[in-house]
């Protein structure tokens, strides 16, 4: 597509539950990345995709996070037995290579709110 | 103390003004991003530096790697450039490290 497309752009959802949302990265991008801006705070990094090389988890706050990418294309981020806190926008973003050499095409975000 | 300081947190003025917003960062970069998100949620990419300074329409940035400083300017300020301005920096190729943010509002 011509940009970074994420889905649902809203999901509420009652604590306990778990919830999947979807990144579609723009064609030919090698690099898709998570990051998730809580309510008055600023955007922190979740996990990265490289190619075929394992991912970078080093963002996920807890094993209850949890991230995949199939066939190097679009990636779901799911949240198991969702807490109050995970409430935030999760954004994706994508690049050609690595964004620090190519810039990065960020989505529209999904707002998950847990209620 | 963040790695990357932004200034100032709000900002407010009238339409035509010159605007400028601030970024210190506290480590080694290999690149600085000028990032902005309106409400709703989304986020543009408007600069990507590594030296030096970019011009796009009204909107310039500039880099001091020696300083560890960014600025981003706005010529002739819209109520359409209110929205929250995000520096961003990669200590690596991949992640960022993202500031607080500047959340300018343009009163007409």
């Known amino acids: 597509g011509a940009g970074v497309s994420q889905s649902p752009s809203n999901k509420v959802t009652e604590k306990g539950k778990d919830v999947e949302l979807r990144c579609d990265p723009i064609?030919?991008?090698?690099?898709l990345y998570w990051y998730r801006q809580s309510l008055g705070q600023g955007l922190e990094f979740l996990i990265y995709?490289?190619?075929?090389?394992?991912?970078?988890k080093s963002g996920l706050p807890s094993d209850r996070f949890s991230a995949e990418r199939t066939g190097g294309s679009v990636s779901t981020l799911t949240i198991q037995r969702t807490q109050q806190e995970d409430s935030a926008v999760y954004l994706c973003?994508?690049?050609?290579?690595?964004?620090?050499?190519?810039?990065?095409?960020f989505g529209s975000g999904t707002r998950l709110t847990v209620v | 103390k963040n790695e990357v300081e932004q200034s100032p947190q709000n900002l407010t003025a009238q339409e035509g003004e010159f605007i400028t917003i601030n970024c210190s960062y506290s480590?080694?970069?290999?690149?600085l991003h000028w990032l902005q998100q309106h409400p709703g949620g989304g986020i543009v990419s408007l600069f990507m530096?590594?030296?030096g300074k970019k011009k796009h329409g009204r909107l310039i940035a500039t880099i001091n790697i020696q300083e560890k400083h960014s600025s981003l300017h706005i010529t002739a300020s819209h109520p359409r450039d209110s929205a929250v301005y995000i520096c961003a920096v990669n200590q690596g190729a991949q992640k960022l490290v993202f500031g607080q943010g500047t959340r300018l509002t343009i009163n007409p």
């Open positions: 480590v080694g970069i290999s690149a």
């Open positions: 530096l590594s030296s």
């Open positions: 995709f490289q190619g075929n090389s394992a991912p970078d």
């Open positions: 973003a994508s690049s050609l290579g690595a964004g620090g050499n190519y810039g990065y095409t």
């Open positions: 064609s030919g991008h090698t690099a």
